[in-house]
């Protein structure tokens, strides 16, 4: 049996007095890829978003590596999560180096940082480059790649990625998949990544959820997820 | 030249105003009106100070302090509660200025609506002679003041932790909290150091001008508005470059019309950003899209 490193139970969100999450249940394994899947409005960011504690839960219990926590960011932060969501997702007028330092606020051994960043830029060459450049004149795809950079400044034992593919080239997509499964390997990462399309992650992902309407409908193996006929009524039933 | 001297040292004051507000307004993203009046309140308290006997340079930073801490109280009590439940810019901006008209009142009542005015010493110095160009010893000091803060401000956002975050709060709040820093206590630094800032340039001012309870709203904060908007909103460089160009512009009015124009060249070189560059004359805004 794995050792379960986020379990999240019950979990009920509401916006006012309209309920968006159901009384989910999800967990993440440690050193597994999670693909979480759904249509346009099935709640995946305000899932990963309460995980973290960006939107409050109004019931269910978030325990993540052994202990139970309250979800808030910077408590999040500090037990080893971090999140890349779906928006903006760099400091535009900041230096790639200052985006990075950013990542890693946090910590105050300046050493460790250096240390951490001179780490990533091995890894994602493209940062090298622009180093001290500002990255309001990256692409999207260096963007996104400078976010996971971030995302991975205190090396995490979770890291939630809200649609990393969004806004990007087909082409750039599926680099930025390899990426995510390099660092999976490399750095040991557990990761959740909300995305639409399934067919780009199958090889990626190690297991899957699929939501629909605030209520978790599946859970399984990608393969399993893939065939199932209910996949097709979620996303087709929803465009028709 | 004279009068480029003039407008120059009057534009550092301005760009010192225009920096506190400046740097409120990019962490905040609304018009902290309210600054205009605090910022009075520091020269009031600068003046207090130096009644009972103070030296000028030791009452001007205590001063500023005491504002400083109203500054932080008005994010604390003031605005932040309204922002937590999600209130708008506008509803910020009227509850600001609802704010100023308050504090207004109440420095009529305490100090009276006369004009205060605040010397450094009690005897007239005469003015030093530089390259052919006059300048007083209030001006020295003044220019002086503003340099030295100026610089101080560069370094602790370029180099510390602090002003890196302060940066990055201007440029993405939502994502300071994703990275897990506790944005209030930043946001508190901000109303802290932009304060300072004002409630020293309003005692610098009062050197010259001296103090009255209007000061806040038509002079304080317009001056900053205007300057920040020339200059470019959002942006530290630009609310340097806007002071200075309106102290400078201002100062050439008033020689060749006379100081009753002085509001008026302000308002018109505001108009003239207004509708032919907008976006001011470092385009912040447009980095932080
Ligand atoms: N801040 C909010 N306030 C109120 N309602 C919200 C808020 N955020 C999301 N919702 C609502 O919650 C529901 C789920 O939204 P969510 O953003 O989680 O969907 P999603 O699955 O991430 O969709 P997408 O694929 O488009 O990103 C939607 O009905 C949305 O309108
Ligand atoms: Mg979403």
Not at chain 2, 178 to 198: A, D, E, K, Q, Y
Request: glycine share 10%; no cysteine; net charge positive.
């Amino acid at each position: 049996m794995n050792n379960k490193l986020l379990n999240v139970t019950n979990l009920d969100v509401h916006f006012g007095p309209t309920q968006v999450i159901h009384n989910v249940d999800y967990h993440v394994n440690e050193g597994e890829i999670l693909i979480l899947m759904g249509p346009n409005g099935a709640g995946k960011t305000v899932l990963l978003k309460s995980t973290f504690g960006l939107f409050e839960k109004s019931t269910g219990t978030v325990e993540f590596d052994g202990k139970v926590i309250h979800p808030h960011p910077s408590s999040m932060v500090e037990a080893g999560m971090s999140f890349v969501g779906q928006g903006k997702r760099v400091f535009p007028s900041l230096t790639i180096e200052e985006n990075l330092r950013m990542g890693a606020y946090l910590w105050s051994d300046k050493k460790m940082i250096q240390a951490r960043t001179e780490e990533l830029i091995q890894f994602f060459p493209v940062l090298k480059k622009k180093f001290k450049q500002i990255a309001y004149y990256m692409s999207g795809g260096e963007q996104q790649i400078l976010a996971l950079a971030r995302g991975l400044m205190m090396n995490p034992k979770l890291l939630l990625l809200d649609e990393p593919s969004i806004g990007l080239a087909p082409k750039i997509v599926q680099s930025v998949f390899e990426k995510i499964a390099e660092i999976n390997k490399t750095f040991g990462t557990s990761i959740v990544v909300v995305e639409h399309n399934l067919k780009s992650l199958l090889n990626i992902a190690h297991r899957g959820y699929i939501l629909a309407e605030g209520k978790m409908l599946m859970e399984g193996p990608v393969e399993k997820l893939a065939d199932s006929k209910n996949l097709e009524k979620v996303f087709f039933g929803e465009i028709a | 030249m004279q009068i480029l001297l003039n407008g120059i040292i009057v534009g550092g004051i301005y760009a010192l105003i225009a920096l506190g507000f400046n740097l409120i307004f990019s962490s905040t993203r609304f018009f902290h009106v309210l600054y205009g009046v605090l910022a009075l309140l520091g020269a009031y308290f600068t003046y207090t100070f130096m009644e009972y006997g103070w030296n000028f340079f030791a009452a001007i930073p205590v001063a500023a302090l005491l504002a400083s801490l109203l500054g932080v109280a008005s994010w604390q009590f003031l605005y932040k509660p309204l922002v937590d439940r999600k209130a708008s810019s506008l509803v910020l901006m009227v509850t600001s200025f609802g704010a100023l008209i308050v504090v207004q009142n109440l420095i009529a009542l305490i100090w009276k609506n006369n004009t205060k005015s605040i010397s450094i010493t009690d005897t007239i110095k005469p003015a030093y002679e530089f390259l052919g160009l006059n300048i007083t010893f209030n001006q020295l000091v003044i220019l002086a003041v503003s340099i030295v803060l100026m610089v101080l401000l560069e370094l602790f956002l370029k180099k510390t932790k602090y002003g890196l975050a302060i940066r990055a709060i201007g440029d993405n709040a939502e994502l300071t909290t994703v990275l897990g820093l506790h944005t209030n206590r930043i946001t508190l630094l901000v109303f802290f150091i932009g304060t300072f800032l004002s409630a020293v340039s309003a005692s610098l001012i009062a050197l010259e001008i001296g103090a009255r309870p209007t000061h806040g709203l038509h002079y304080f904060f317009l001056k900053a508005v205007i300057a920040s908007i020339i200059g470019g909103i959002g942006s530290m460089r630009g609310a340097l470059i806007g002071g200075l160009l309106l102290g400078v512009v201002e100062n050439i009015g008033i020689y060749y019309l006379g100081g009753s124009w002085q509001e008026v060249v302000a308002f018109s070189l505001l108009t003239l950003f207004l509708l032919f560059k907008p976006q001011g004359l470092v385009n912040q805004m447009q980095l932080a899209k």
